[in-house]
């Protein structure tokens, strides 16, 4: 099973909070929305891996790396693409904000009663199916501070078809 990272970077002094996601520019995940992050190498830890990838990705190094939790992911029709990923947090890091020729990044608003006119809504039609699943109450929880709690998901395990549809999770 694949070791991979998945970061969510927070900017919580803008007004109002922004969330940075990537569109996926090529590769297993082309076209969609998601955290910062990829596979973990041998000679690394899930923690150097989650720092290089977001420098590699974004050019954002983190600063403040905070473990929320651990997600597994089941392909019906590519087993080796089976995954155990470790989700984390950021809200302090240095750097500037690049696209890299495997992520297309974009600051969207992560507080839903904000008045702004130039952020849109998380683009969740454009996110793997997962998402819909753990990802609003993971911000609705964990995003409003920065704490090392871990986050206690709904679900753990996720299961996707041949067309990468999301079939079951528990």
Same mark, same amino acid.
């Given at each position: 099973?694949?070791?991979?990272?998945?970061?969510? &970077?927070?900017? =919580?002094?803008? $007004?109002?909070?922004?969330?940075?996601? +990537?569109?996926?520019?090529?590769? &297993? +995940?082309?076209?969609?929305?998601?955290?910062?992050?990829?596979?973990?190498?041998?000679?690394?830890?899930?923690?150097?891996?989650?720092?290089?990838?977001?420098?590699?990705?974004?050019?954002?190094?983190?600063?403040?790396?905070?473990?929320?939790?651990?997600?597994?992911?089941?392909?019906?029709?590519?087993? @080796?693409?089976?995954?155990?990923?470790?989700?984390? $947090?950021?809200?302090?890091?240095?750097?500037?904000?690049?696209?890299?020729?495997?992520?297309?990044?974009?600051?969207?608003?992560?507080?839903?009663?904000? =008045?702004?006119?130039?952020?849109?809504?998380?683009?969740?039609?454009?996110?793997?199916?997962?998402?819909?699943?753990? &990802?609003?109450? &993971?911000?609705?929880?964990?995003?409003? /501070?920065?704490?090392?709690?871990? /986050?206690?998901?709904?679900?753990?395990?996720?299961?996707?078809?041949? =067309?990468?549809?999301?079939?079951? @999770?528990?």
């Amino acid at each position: 099973m694949l070791r991979t990272n998945l970061c969510f &970077f927070i900017d =919580n002094s803008s $007004t109002p909070r922004r969330l940075l996601l +990537g569109l996926k520019k090529k590769g &297993f +995940g082309k076209g969609r929305w998601n955290g910062i992050g990829g596979k973990k190498t041998d000679d690394e830890t899930i923690d150097e891996s989650a720092i290089r990838e977001c420098v590699e990705e974004v050019g954002l190094k983190p600063t403040n790396l905070v473990k929320r939790g651990e997600l597994q992911y089941y392909y019906k029709n590519q087993k @080796h693409m089976n995954t155990h990923c470790t989700i984390y $947090t950021i809200d302090m890091w240095t750097g500037d904000l690049i696209e890299s020729d495997e992520m297309s990044p974009k600051w969207w608003n992560l507080d839903s009663d904000s =008045n702004s006119d130039n952020t849109d809504p998380l683009p969740y039609d454009l996110m793997w199916d997962d998402m819909k699943v753990w &990802f609003p109450s &993971f911000i609705n929880s964990d995003f409003k /501070t920065a704490t090392t709690t871990p /986050t206690k998901f709904t679900s753990t395990n996720f299961y996707f078809d041949e =067309n990468d549809n999301l079939i079951s @999770h528990n």
